[in-house]
């Protein structure tokens, strides 16, 4: 079920991750996603990337080549992409308000890893989040744990933005969000112009923090901007 304040999805409800958010944020999956066991796509990852090292003329009878293609297929559906699983999807449990804490609320430098869906080489970077508390406040490894499940497919670093903007909008019940991402990509720097020396940076404001240019300054005096 789509989360309260959340817009109907376009069409047919599908078995993605991303039922929750307005389809242009939706990671791309086809339909059969899901239809496979994590057992099975690691099996099947495997015998692909055997292939594949044995094209690049690799020796797979080599002992420290031979389980490489089970380690990353491993790594691939347990760690690198898991975020494409919705039973991973954090649950952002939210506490009154009592003390009525009512200034900017700012969680910076969050450990972001991801994964470039043009090249599948890593995005490493950092997330800097803060809200505007109303009634409640969120737990604050929830942030952390939004971030790392949409860091953790296939992006861009722009739709990663935004999907955990959105999120945290639909959570918390406010539009009083900014998102902002710092990050490294490796398809610019190990390949292509093989820049070492450029970042990335995207972010995404909400509600007072579009509105007041003030509370922005701040959110991006205390991320250290």
């Not at 420290?64 to 790594?75: C, D, E, I, N």
């Not at 039973?87 to 700012?106: C, G, K, W």
């Not at 292509?192 to 509370?215: A, C, H, M, Q, R």
């Amino acid at each position: 079920m789509p989360l309260p304040g959340t817009p109907a999805a376009d069409g047919p409800a599908d078995h993605g991750p991303d039922q929750h958010l307005p389809a242009g944020l939706r990671t791309p999956l086809r339909a059969d996603a899901f239809d496979q066991s994590d057992d099975e796509k690691i099996a099947a990852i495997s015998g692909h990337f055997r292939a594949i090292m044995h094209e690049l003329g690799l020796d797979l009878t080599d002992d420290s080549l031979a389980g490489t293609p089970q380690r990353v297929a491993k790594m691939f559906v347990q760690e690198w992409f898991k975020g494409l699983d919705p039973a991973h999807r954090p649950e952002v449990r939210l506490f009154e308000n009592r003390y009525q804490y009512q200034q900017l609320l700012v969680e910076r430098d969050i450990t972001l890893f991801s994964c470039c869906e043009h090249h599948f080489v890593p995005i490493i970077g950092k997330a800097h989040i803060a809200y505007l508390p109303g009634k409640h406040v969120v737990g604050l490894s929830k942030l952390n744990r939004v971030v790392q499940y949409y860091a953790r497919r296939p992006q861009v670093q722009e739709r990663l933005t935004r999907q955990v903007a959105e999120h945290l909008r639909q959570s918390l019940g406010t539009d009083d969000v900014a998102v902002l991402i710092e990050a490294d990509h490796l398809c610019v720097m190990s390949r292509g112009v093989n820049d070492t020396s450029s970042s990335t940076i995207t972010s995404e404001y909400g509600g007072k923090f579009l509105e007041d240019s003030t509370l922005r300054s701040e959110f991006l005096r205390q991320i250290g901007k």
